[in-house]
């Protein structure tokens, strides 16, 4: 299982790869540019190209999360050139980094007479910008933090969107904990319930990323307000194990979006490495216990003949 959380790229791209090794991280999240601003970004492809190289030697995973003001359903037709100028941008640096893709927020309701406008308007914007990029990179829809019935809280709005785009190859999931956990997608008891829906979706085959977080605010509350995992929150370490130990999971990055000021990143991912291990070590032991018994009983079986 990988670990990892989001870094500056204050010292360039390959200087947050660097960091993220520095502290034993297996992955890492960055804002490719401005994170503040949809202004476009002229990087530079050579530190680019060593994060690449950098990421690929030491098997790290690294994910680009889009600024701020990045919005799927925007408000006009000059914000909406903005935003796919954007995107493509946020595209380009994270292909060049060798990035899985980057992660973008589902997008809001625009008219509250006519829902679906909202869902065309960001199936619209997002043809647009698949249709100019054919790299690696994947835009990742996050589902949202709303109170229940807002759109892009549940998993079948998030399916049938890339569904319904021209180009679903080109996207893919990012699953936000503390966003699910706000909306009542997930309450913490109903886990073996949204695995079972999401598996039926298929929801699961494009899951690349999870944002790790726990919660301020009970469930159903609509707040997204990130807490630690080892701290206080409302979703207990129980069903955070429940999410953790999905197979579906094992082979994906777990980023976390926690306060460091109460936990430090640093020891968090820690403490998750640890916890993983105690937890594949007691899987072995109950292996070896189980292959033991059989011999056991074939063994039985061979003295009573």
Not at 58 to 81: C, E, F, N
Not at 147 to 174: A, Y
């Amino acid at each position: 299982m990988k670990f990892g959380c989001h870094l500056s790229i204050r010292n360039g791209y390959l200087g947050a790869a660097r960091q993220a090794l520095s502290m034993k991280m297996d992955a890492f999240q960055y804002f490719p540019k401005n994170p503040r601003s949809l202004k476009t970004k002229l990087f530079n492809r050579e530190d680019a190209a060593l994060c690449k190289h950098f990421c690929k030697a030491h098997g790290l995973s690294s994910i680009g999360h889009s600024p701020y003001p990045t919005s799927l359903t925007p408000h006009d037709i000059v914000r909406r050139k903005q935003v796919i100028a954007s995107l493509l941008n946020d595209l380009a640096i994270t292909d060049a980094c060798g990035s899985i893709g980057i992660v973008v927020h589902f997008g809001k309701e625009t008219s509250r007479g006519n829902p679906l406008a909202s869902y065309q308007l960001m199936i619209d914007v997002l043809n647009e910008v698949l249709e100019e990029w054919d790299g690696n990179a994947k835009i990742l829809l996050e589902n949202r933090a709303g109170l229940p019935g807002t759109i892009g809280t549940t998993l079948e709005e998030l399916v049938q969107v890339r569904k319904l785009c021209d180009f679903p190859e080109k996207i893919g999931f990012c699953l936000d904990t503390c966003h699910a956990f706000a909306s009542g997608l997930w309450n913490g008891d109903n886990w073996g319930e949204v695995l079972k829906r999401g598996r039926e979706l298929a929801y699961f085959d494009e899951l690349q990323v999870v944002h790790l977080n726990n919660s301020k605010y009970s469930t159903r509350q609509g707040k997204d307000r990130h807490a630690p995992v080892f701290g206080p929150g409302f979703i207990t370490e129980g069903q955070f194990d429940a999410l953790m130990q999905t197979p579906e999971c094992k082979d994906i990055p777990f980023i976390l979006e926690t306060p460091k000021e109460i936990i430090p990143h640093e020891k968090e991912i820690a403490m998750l490495q640890k916890k993983m291990e105690l937890a594949a070590r007691f899987c072995r032991g109950m292996k070896i216990i189980r292959i033991s018994m059989r011999i056991l009983k074939c063994l039985e079986k061979m003295c009573f003949n």
